[in-house]
């Protein structure tokens, strides 16, 4: 395709490292800086959340090393990874960190970029569709819209259980703009607990997607006082996305006529 409209795209030099996003799920939200990566690296580190269609982009002699890191089960640890990169690069290696969503979006990127300056290691980024914008834009609820909000919030849930390193939930509440959250199921009761206190209607309206992008994508429409519950009773699981807001009231206006992944409206 880039030959065809005669793009020029940038050639991957021996030595150097990419940080690549892969987007939330569908291999169609790939960009054509990821595929022509994908297309020259002679290792892939690839994440947990990487969806097999979008490994088998690699070359066929490609080394594939998977890094992920999964809350709650045994995972690399991060220092670990940022060597493993530096390591491959120093034997010559175009060396591709293939991450879910953006690099530069809660996935780490920001450090092993830091960790490859302080090895001298060149490095490109590749920005990839997160979860947070993408993810939702499939199951039908727009980040922003005029009629709704000027701004959106996008928030980890990640680290709920450290009170001294978690949001301030309730000033994020005061703020009265849309909250989309990564990571955020394990805490989910807490949060919406916390987003209560701080002055968000009970009712205001909640939506969880569930691997979203892909054929397996579910999404739940409920209100924050319910959340946790209604998760628990769906049987929702991580990967999730949880947005809070304005914004989720339009789901159900435009979801009947999005096409899906399946072909249908």
């Known amino acids: 395709m880039a030959d065809r409209v005669g793009l020029a795209l940038p050639d991957f030099a021996p030595g150097t490292v990419w940080l690549v996003g892969a987007g939330p799920g569908d291999p169609g939200l790939l960009?054509?800086?990821?595929?022509?990566?994908?297309?020259?690296?002679?290792?892939?580190?690839y994440d947990a959340l990487v969806a097999d269609e979008i490994l088998a982009l690699t070359r066929g002699d490609a080394?594939?090393?998977?890094?992920g890191k999964r809350g709650g089960k045994p995972s690399p640890k991060q220092r670990d990874?940022?060597?493993?990169?530096?390591?491959?690069?120093?034997?010559?290696k175009r060396v591709l960190r293939l991450k879910g969503g953006d690099p530069f979006v809660f996935g780490r990127g920001g450090e092993e970029?830091?960790?490859?300056?302080?090895?001298?290691?060149?490095?490109?980024?590749?920005?990839?569709?997160?979860a947070g914008l993408g993810g939702l834009a499939y199951a039908a609820i727009p980040a922003t819209t005029r009629d709704t909000n000027n701004a959106v919030i996008l928030a980890t849930g990640h680290k709920a259980s450290d009170r001294e390193h978690d949001h301030d939930w309730r000033a994020l509440a005061r703020t009265n703009l849309p909250i989309v959250i990564y990571m955020g199921m394990t805490f989910l009761d807490r949060i919406a607990s916390e987003l209560i206190a701080g002055g968000l209607s009970p009712d205001t309206p909640v939506a969880i997607v569930t691997e979203?992008?892909?054929v397996r994508q579910r999404v739940l429409i409920t209100r924050l006082d319910r959340a946790h519950e209604d998760a628990v009773e769906q049987r929702l699981r991580a990967p999730a996305m949880v947005a809070v807001g304005s914004i989720v009231a339009l789901q159900p206006v435009l979801a009947p006529f999005a096409i899906t992944l399946r072909g249908g409206a």
């Open 81 to 92: 990874i940022s060597e493993r990169l530096v390591e491959l690069a120093r034997e010559g």
């Open 212 to 214: 979203a992008t892909t």
């Open 63 to 67: 080394l594939r090393e998977f890094a």
């Open 31 to 45: 960009t054509l800086h990821a595929l022509n990566g994908l297309a020259q690296a002679d290792a892939v580190v």
């Open 113 to 130: 970029a830091l960790a490859l300056v302080a090895a001298g290691i060149p490095f490109r980024i590749v920005p990839g569709v997160t």
